[in-house]
């Protein structure tokens, strides 16, 4: 799932969402189901047969989140996935696709500049170095808390300590010194 959404403006949220199963050659009336099923459970199944204009920046990327699903991907990458989405609209949308990820229960590799996010979004977190980039570190996020989600980890006391602690590592003040 990329930065941008991606989806076809002249193809209803349905076509879109199968898109993938047309061209992967796996539109079966079972695969069929369960995209209707994803709709209906992220609350998007009376969108079906509205067009991507019609739809709001966080509702056509829970729409990219569902294709990729469609084809049931063992492992999900998330390329810079909410970049595109004002403060709002991405705060919101992290929370609908964290949710949908760990109700999917499907592995995810979030690439994200954004430490915040890493933080509220992950169990882990990579760190890489600069380019030629190799793994610097790998963090463990145990919030520990009732009903996790992006934003509750936000509220937790360890959260700005996760953060002085990335921070620390990524090294970004060294050229000022």
């Given at each position: 799932?990329?930065?941008?959404?991606?989806?076809?403006?002249?193809?209803?949220?349905?076509?879109?969402?199968?898109?993938?199963?047309?061209?992967?050659?796996?539109?079966t009336n079972e695969n069929e189901e369960y995209v209707k099923q994803l709709l209906k459970k992220y609350n998007l199944y009376e969108f079906k047969d509205k067009y991507p204009t019609q739809l709001s920046g966080g509702m056509r990327q829970r729409v990219a989140l569902i294709r990729t699903l469609a084809i049931r991907p063992e492992i999900l990458l998330l390329d810079e996935a909410f970049s595109a989405l004002d403060y709002q609209t991405r705060m919101m949308v992290t929370k609908d696709i964290y949710n949908i990820l760990k109700n999917e229960n499907i592995t995810?590799?979030?690439?994200?500049?954004?430490?915040?996010?890493?933080?509220?979004?992950?169990?882990k977190v990579i760190v890489l170095t600069k380019r030629p980039a190799t793994v610097k570190s790998i963090k463990e996020m145990n919030?520990?808390?009732?009903?996790?989600?992006?934003?509750?980890?936000?509220?937790?006391?360890?959260?700005?300590?996760?953060?002085?602690?990335?921070?620390?590592?990524?090294?970004?003040?060294?050229?000022?010194?």
């Open positions: 799932m990329l930065q941008k959404d991606s989806l076809l403006e002249w193809r209803t949220i349905y076509n879109n969402v199968i898109f993938g199963l047309e061209i992967t050659h796996k539109k995810t590799l979030m690439v994200t500049h954004d430490i915040s996010e890493a933080i509220s979004m992950s169990d919030f520990e808390i009732e009903n996790r989600n992006p934003m509750n980890c936000r509220k937790s006391p360890k959260f700005s300590k996760y953060f002085d602690s990335l921070w620390k590592e990524l090294d970004v003040d060294a050229k000022d010194k």
